[in-house]
Nanobody, 123 residues
Framework: VRVVESGGGLVQAGGSLRLSCAAS????????MGWYRQAPGKERELVAR???????KLVDSVKGRFTVSIDNARITVYLQMNSLEPEDTAVYYC??????????????????WGQGTQVTVSS
């Protein structure tokens, strides 16, 4: 399973960015997709998560500013980030979990990470 993020960059405080993450490979089902971030010197933390059924979870610090959405047909998750703050500066990682084919008629669970995309918010 391959996971590829895009859309990071440099933006001024108060600006917006939209991150995209697409999964591909022998995927039978992508049951949940999420965004995590890791700032320098800090642990990786969950930012937003969405299930294939549309149930969402966002960390308190981004509620009202970030929106997560999913395109199940394209196995793609989006993170719309508005009113960005310098504290949002981090590498953003996409995580996909679900089931994939490992042989003829055989499925296994998987959880895969993308390579990360840098988001930098200047003050």
């Amino acid at each position: 399973v391959r996971v590829v993020e895009s859309g990071g960059g440099l933006v001024q405080a108060g600006g917006s960015l939209r991150l995209s993450c697409a999964a591909s490979g022998s995927i039978f089902s992508a049951d949940a997709m999420g965004w995590y971030r890791q700032a320098p010197g800090k642990e990786r933390e969950l930012v937003a998560r969405i299930t294939s059924g549309g149930t969402t979870k966002l960390v308190d610090s981004v509620k009202g500013r970030f929106t997560v959405s999913i395109d199940n047909a394209r196995i793609t998750v989006y993170l719309q980030m508005n009113s960005l703050e310098p504290e949002d500066t981090a590498v953003y990682y996409c995580h996909v979990e679900g089931r994939c084919w490992v042989g003829v008629g055989r499925l296994t669970s998987f959880g895969s990470w993308g390579q990360g995309t840098q988001v930098t918010v200047s003050s």
